[in-house]
């Protein structure tokens, strides 16, 4: 079924490095992915694990240090400032944190039409297609048409992020990179927005590149999903597989982690030893190695990368098909 | 369960904010009641009240603009809101201690964490100063931070080491009681197994009880005994773990249950709670959770429902319940 969808995006050994005063930090390290058109990926991982960088380096709002990415079969790294200006129309954001990632300054109508009118889609002339405009995308994501003249302050955390999808969408996208959208938000506000944007989703045909840390949200709403890992892809698979038959020890400790509402659920955590450690000039071989319950000598191999265990499952791990690894499932 | 093993009962605790834009009513007629060894798990959403509750029993509420209206904190059989200051601060930390939501910021950025964990165990305890740092490194190692990374600064330490920090002041006085307030909300998941997982084994240890709040209905299912959902301020449903998510009664709790993305079940679209938290200084008049709840009548918006016992000690505050049974 999946063979005549048409591949929207493919990012191919994306690296970005940022220059620190302790050396240089791997915040993604060799990133290879494709998203096709209508499809969701999740990108799951912890704090610091290099997950939003890369959303941001393949929107170019970080310049990648190395790679390639084709949006539309064009590698958009290549493209001039006047070019991705235009592409931007195709390639949105909506941000963590609705209480940091709006203007204060600017009303929800204004907040909403500013990216149109940067875009020249509307001049200020034609006030009232675009007052019409923004009355609709209010409307497509729920925000009451009396709310217009609000700011940001007056709003809650839910109402905030709506005013971030509508802007996002205000383009007409094709491609959204959604960075932990409802983290900031209560359990029942975060089910009413991962709705809507699910709605908007079926609508409008969005592909949605879906990056969080909470796993349970990323199993609703994806079709395919990356766990990360101290910049680097330790696996990858459909959204039912690796939640059937999850290969990677990182991945299985992350799901086992997830605490699930049933006390009836038997709970066994995998505990992993330590903390994550650091991104700067990190060690070659397997970045996991030092938390790992089954790490040994041969996880010190500089060269992993990513072995399909199964039609479209991925795992980086030096130990596939070790029996020890399959013991906790 | 018997009366005799009560170590903490709280009793229509009302406490209001007095601000420029009217009376925030925060906490409106709450009753608890804690068990020896035992967990209470508060859930409910950003604003309900739940950490107000938690600083109220420990006397913590900035006041102005915070004012405890009325009510009981019954420990060991005096009312925490009647003894003096002076008293208060010898059960403090002593007999009951708090872990704050956020460990980047409960910390004294100037202080060794050594010396802040020996500040908790001098404060209570006529002991040397040398005494009370080996107490403050055995503490350490047992939150497993090893000892020598005792006068290290908070800054050194990352986030999880730093809740670790915090739970080692907090149980350095062998507590009777442990108000946690979101203690790994801050955190990511594995680190936050870790923690949780310190946390139950500390408390067994000790047979310390437990007052967890949070809003993961995960983590209660996992960690606590008994639980009660907090909504604007009242405790809407109140039971054993087992009453309350087996048989969960309240409209309010079936909607936060349905509303989490489920690991084990697949559902293609979310069910919500429409509209929002009532304004706490405007609160409706009769049961709090009518204007968002599907089933309510006319009824419910005259009056605040009661508690009413369900069975066994599952408790809900709301009409309908009442007429099911």
Sequence with gaps: ?????????????????????????????????????????????????????????????????????????????????NKMKHLRRDMQIVFQDPFASLNPRLTVSEAIAAPMLIQKLYTKKDKEALQKRVSELMEMVGLA????????????????????????????????????????????????????????????????????????????????????????????????????????????????????????????????????????????????????????????????????????????????????????? | MAENNKLLEVKDLVIRYETDDGVVEALNGVSIDIYTGKTLGLVGETGAGKTTLAKGILRLIPSPPGKIVGGEVIYDGKDLLKISEEEMRKIRGKHISMIFQDPMTSLNPVMTVRD?????????????????????????????????????????????????????????????????????????????????????????????????????????????????IVYAGEIVEYGTLREVYKDMRHPYTKGLMASIPNLVENVRRLQTIEGLMPDPTNLPKGCKFSDRCKYATDKCREKVPEMVNVGGEHMVRCILAQQEK
């Design chain 1, 145 to 329: 048409d009396r709310l217009k003249n609000s700011y940001p302050h007056e709003l809650d955390g839910g109402r905030r992020q709506r005013i971030g999808i509508a802007r996002a969408l205000s383009l007409k996208p094709k491609f959204i990179v959604c960075d932990e959208p409802v983290s900031a938000l209560d359990v029942s506000i975060q089910a009413q927005i991962l709705n809507l944007m699910q709605d908007l989703q079926d609508d409008l045909g969005l592909t949605y590149m879906f990056i969080t840390h909470n796993l349970s949200v990323v199993k609703h709403f994806s079709d395919n999903i990356v766990v990360m890992y101290l910049g680097q892809m330790v696996e990858m698979a459909p959204t039912e597989t690796l939640f059937k038959n999850p290969v990677h020890p990182y991945t299985q400790a992350l799901l086992s982690a997830i605490p699930i509402p049933d006390p009836d659920y038997p709970m066994n955590r995998i505990l992993m030893k330590g903390e994550i450690t650091s991104p700067i000039d990190p060690e070659p071989g397997c970045r996991f190695y030092k938390r790992c319950p089954y790490a040994k000598d041969c996880c010190k191999n500089p060269e992993i990368g990513l072995r399909e265990v199964e039609p479209g499952h991925f795992v980086s791990c030096e130990r596939i098909g070790d029996p020890e690894l399959s013991e906790n499932r």
């Design chain 1, 1 to 81: 079924m999946k063979e005549n969808k048409k591949e929207l995006l493919r990012v191919e050994g994306l690296k970005k490095y940022f220059n620190t005063p302790g050396g240089l930090l791997h915040a993604v390290d060799n990133v290879n992915f494709s998203i096709n058109e209508g499809e969701t990926l999740g990108v799951v991982g912890e704090s610091g694990c290099g997950k939003s960088t890369m959303g941001r380096a393949i929107l170019r709002l970080h310049e990648p240090t190395a790679g390639k990415v084709f949006f539309e079969g064009k590698n958009i790294l290549e493209y001039d400032k």
């Design chain 2, 116 to 228: 802040q964990i020996m500040e908790v165990i001098l404060q209570h305890n006529r002991i040397s100063k040398k005494e009370a740092e080996k107490r403050a490194e055995d503490m350490l190692e047992l939150v497993g931070i090893p000892a020598e990374r005792g006068h290290e600064y908070p800054h050194q330490f990352s986030g999880g080491m730093k809740q670790r920090v915090i739970i080692a002041i907090a149980l350095a006085c062998q507590p009777k009681l442990l108000i946690a307030d979101e203690p790994t909300t801050a955190l990511d998941v594995t680190i936050q197994a870790q923690v949780l997982d310190l946390i139950q084994k500390l408390k067994t240890r000790d047979n310390t009880s437990m007052l967890l709040i949070t809003h993961d209905l995960g983590v209660v299912a996992q960690t606590c005994d008994y639980v009660g």
